[in-house]
């Protein structure tokens, strides 16, 4: 099993920046992808970026240009960078873990997710 600790959540003002962490703990051997996902009230569990261990990355489209997914893979610990935050990025964002095989990332552990809430 692997276990996800997310921290970096928080309130933040429009214009500003957060970055989120989630070390990654257990049969780390089992993964070699890792991502952050959100959740807005009343609306479906989006995708926000991706990262395998080899460094491949992909956003949403909502996110490009603002925000930036990185690695410490000795650390097992992934980062989000978000910058330009605006009222409609606040969601509960969960880590995920999982497989990238080709093209595509599974995810199969996840984490308990941080609140960020954007608002003047």
């Known amino acids: 099993q692997v276990q996800l600790v997310e921290s970096g959540g928080g309130l933040v003002q429009p214009g500003g920046s957060l970055r989120l962490s989630c070390a990654a703990s257990g049969r780390t051997s089992d993964i070699n992808a890792m991502g952050w996902y959100r959740q807005a009230p009343g609306k479906q569990r989006e995708l926000v970026a991706s990262?395998?261990?080899?460094?491949?990355?992909n956003y949403a489209d909502s996110v490009k240009g603002r925000f930036t997914i990185s690695a410490d893979n000795a650390k097992n610990t992934v980062y989000l960078q978000m910058n330009s935050l605006k009222p409609e990025d606040t969601a509960v964002y969960y880590c995920?873990?999982?497989?990238?095989?080709?093209?595509?990332?599974?995810?199969?552990?996840w984490g308990q997710g941080t609140q960020v809430t954007v608002s003047s």
């Open positions: 990262i395998s261990s080899g460094g491949s990355t």
């Open positions: 995920a873990a999982g497989r990238f095989i080709a093209t595509t990332y599974t995810y199969n552990h």
